[in-house]
């Protein structure tokens, strides 16, 4: 089973242009929505963000890239720069149309003569736009660009929303509306989270089996939470995914400057969207105070999770794998639900199993388990295995019912709660995980009081619909095997 990265259906539109010209500005602009993360600092963009467009009947993927130059206010200049040659050139031969962005206060540069010759070379459309035209004076200074050569100039601004519709309109002409509807949402949405430099990136580039995204020893290169559509086999079946790759999460202490606190918002907020996580540790570093943030993060929003113990090569003839088992037991007590794969990005080792894991994962978060067999589990549960006594009295289950997943949420109608000790309340999740499979999946156990059996059928507007529609189904059975029994 194999992650093949899905070549868009859509016509192609990546903005091009040197660095600070404000492509992740007219990137957001014509979608609408704050995806990429702009800032006033050089080379912020590096690896390449793919978004759909949708506008007056017509759809289109857009693409923002690095800038073009060399990146002078960063460590390790000429690796980054090559890496982000390298992005832009796979985007501009996989694109069909190419926005060549300038800006208007610094005229016209070498560095935009030769992004020109550039572009030029690959001999496809190119729209020149010229940003930053935030008044009438600057709009006319726009017609200097023209010594490009270029028969149509775009005066725009970004930050003003204006003259943007004519270089909507200009990048319309070369396709036909689309006849189809929006592409629906992907089936499955894997997000990869973790600190910097633990190999989200390589392990990214390891599923999708290409360098789809910029990989380096240099902690904090990946800036944006970046897109890759991917189609994997399904038992035969084809089926859409997306692998999000996000910066690394730091804490609130050590992060530097506002580049740095976006990338984490982009995190989280990629975290939320997922529907499984693939939560990765430095094998070598074992897990740090960083990971158990990261850790109570996917927790607390409830999410699948796969945790991925990268870099073995590095420890494998060091240390056993039950130690590091041992530590995550210690460390990460509440991730002990999750499956664990043992993974190398230089040689390979455990990537066949971690897409095959990743899916029963996902088939199991959208189970919905029958109300009659959960309680048919906690009877026989109760049968072998009695709640211990309180010394005021004995825990009883009245009644139980699953409310939604993930997580997992099940409510337990019972007699007093406090009678239900710690240690029982964990047996009774491990109980329920191991008897429907629900591995990788957090689990949430409401406890409400009933003080009389009778009550669990009687109408509680502070019950959920979904509790209430079961219980409306189990007093009719109720009332059929009385009335069967009567007769």
């Given at each position: 089973?194999?992650?093949?990265?899905?070549?868009?259906?859509?016509?192609?539109?990546?903005?091009?242009?040197?660095?600070?010209?404000?492509?992740?500005?007219?990137?957001?602009?014509?979608?609408?929505?704050?995806?990429?993360?702009?800032?006033?600092?050089?080379?912020?963009?590096?690896?390449?963000?793919?978004?759909?467009?949708?506008?007056?009947?017509?759809?289109?993927?857009?693409?923002?890239?690095?800038?073009?130059?060399?990146?002078?206010?960063?460590?390790?200049?000429?690796?980054?720069?090559?890496?982000?040659?390298?992005?832009?050139?796979?985007?501009?031969?996989?694109?069909?149309?190419?926005?060549?962005?300038?800006?208007?206060?610094?005229?016209?540069?070498?560095?935009?003569?030769?992004?020109?010759?550039?572009?030029?070379?690959?001999?496809?459309?190119?729209?020149?736009?010229?940003?930053?035209?935030?008044?009438?004076?600057?709009?006319?200074?726009?017609?200097?660009?023209?010594?490009?050569?270029?028969?149509?100039?775009?005066?725009?601004?970004?930050?003003?929303?204006?003259?943007?519709?004519?270089?909507?309109?200009?990048?319309?002409?070369?396709?036909?509306?689309?006849?189809?509807?929006?592409?629906?949402?992907?089936?499955?949405?894997?997000?990869?989270?973790?600190?910097?430099?633990?190999?989200?990136?390589?392990?990214?580039?390891?599923?999708?089996?290409?360098?789809?995204?910029?990989?380096?020893?240099?902690?904090?290169?990946?800036?944006?939470?970046?897109?890759?559509?991917?189609?994997?086999?399904?038992?035969?079946?084809?089926?859409?995914?997306?692998?999000?790759?996000?910066?690394?999460?730091?804490?609130?202490?050590?992060?530097?400057?506002?580049?740095?606190?976006?990338?984490?918002?982009?995190?989280e907020e990629a975290i939320k969207r997922s529907t499984v996580i693939l939560f990765v540790i430095d094998m070598s570093q074992g897990v740090t105070n960083g990971d158990k943030k990261i850790a109570n993060t996917i927790k607390a929003e409830g999410k699948p999770c796969v945790v991925i113990a990268n870099k073995?090569?590095?420890?494998?003839?060091?240390?056993?794998?039950?130690?590091?088992?041992?530590?995550?037991?210690?460390?990460?007590?509440?991730?002990?639900?999750?499956?664990?794969?043992?993974?190398?990005?230089?040689?390979?080792?455990?990537?066949?199993?971690?897409?095959?894991?990743?899916?029963?994962?996902?088939?199991?978060?959208?189970?919905?388990?029958?109300?009659?067999?959960?309680?048919?589990?906690?009877?026989?549960?109760?049968?072998?295995?009695?709640?211990?006594?309180?010394?005021?009295?004995?825990?009883?289950?009245?009644?139980?019912?699953?409310?939604?997943?993930?997580?997992?949420?099940?409510?337990?109608?019972?007699?007093?709660?406090?009678?239900?000790?710690?240690?029982?309340?964990?047996?009774?999740?491990?109980?329920?995980?191991?008897?429907?499979?629900?591995?990788?999946?957090?689990?949430?156990?409401?406890?409400?009081?009933?003080?009389?059996?009778?009550?669990?059928?009687?109408?509680?507007?502070?019950?959920?619909?979904?509790?209430?529609?079961?219980?409306?189904?189990?007093?009719?059975?109720?009332?059929?095997?009385?009335?069967?029994?009567?007769?």
């Amino acid at each position: 089973m194999r992650m093949q990265t899905q070549a868009s259906k859509l016509p192609v539109v990546t903005i091009v242009g040197r660095p600070n010209v404000g492509k992740s500005s007219l990137f957001n602009t014509l979608l609408r929505k704050r995806i990429a993360i702009v800032h006033e600092q050089c080379g912020v963009t590096r690896d390449r963000v793919a978004q759909p467009v949708s506008w007056n009947g017509y759809r289109y993927q857009l693409v923002d890239t690095g800038g073009l130059g060399v990146l002078s206010d960063e460590k390790n200049v000429e690796f980054m720069d090559d890496q982000i040659r390298m992005q832009l050139k796979v985007a501009v031969e996989s694109s069909d149309i190419m926005i060549m962005l300038t800006d208007v206060k610094d005229g016209i540069t070498e560095l935009d003569r030769e992004v020109c010759a550039y572009l030029r070379k690959h001999d496809k459309p190119i729209i020149l736009a010229v940003n930053k035209c935030d008044n009438f004076e600057l709009e006319d200074e726009a017609s200097v660009f023209s010594a490009l050569g270029f028969e149509k100039t775009h005066a725009i601004s970004c930050n003003h929303k204006s003259n943007l519709d004519a270089l909507r309109e200009d990048i319309c002409t070369y396709f036909p509306p689309s006849e189809e509807e929006d592409e629906t949402s992907p089936d499955l949405r894997i997000t990869l989270a973790g600190r910097p430099n633990v190999g989200k990136s390589s392990i990214a580039n390891r599923l999708l089996g290409e360098e789809r995204v910029i990989v380096s020893d240099i902690a904090g290169t990946t800036r944006d939470a970046v897109d890759i559509p991917f189609a994997f086999d399904d038992e035969g079946e084809s089926r859409n995914g997306l692998l999000v790759d996000t910066a690394g999460v730091k804490k609130a202490g050590k992060i530097d400057n506002l580049v740095e606190k976006f990338s984490m918002m982009r995190t989280e907020e990629a975290i939320k969207r997922s529907t499984v996580i693939l939560f990765v540790i430095d094998m070598s570093q074992g897990v740090t105070n960083g990971d158990k943030k990261i850790a109570n993060t996917i927790k607390a929003e409830g999410k699948p999770c796969v945790v991925i113990a990268n870099k073995w090569d590095l420890v494998k003839a060091e240390a056993p794998k039950q130690k590091f088992l041992d530590d995550l037991e210690h460390d990460l007590p509440f991730m002990r639900y999750c499956p664990i794969i043992f993974t190398s990005s230089v040689d390979g080792n455990g990537f066949r199993d971690l897409l095959p894991a990743t899916l029963r994962i996902f088939e199991q978060s959208l189970i919905d388990i029958p109300t009659a067999l959960l309680n048919q589990v906690l009877h026989d549960m109760v049968l072998r295995t009695p709640p211990p006594s309180t010394g005021k009295g004995f825990f009883k289950i009245y009644y139980a019912t699953m409310v939604k997943n993930p997580p997992a949420h099940f409510i337990i109608f019972c007699n007093k709660k406090n009678y239900c000790q710690d240690h029982y309340k964990r047996f009774i999740e491990k109980t329920i995980r191991n008897a429907f499979g629900l591995s990788g999946i957090p689990i949430e156990i409401e406890y409400r009081e009933r003080t009389h059996l009778q009550e669990k059928f009687r109408e509680n507007d502070s019950l959920p619909g979904e509790v209430k529609e079961k219980m409306a189904k189990d007093r009719k059975k109720a009332w059929r095997r009385s009335k069967k029994y009567r007769s």
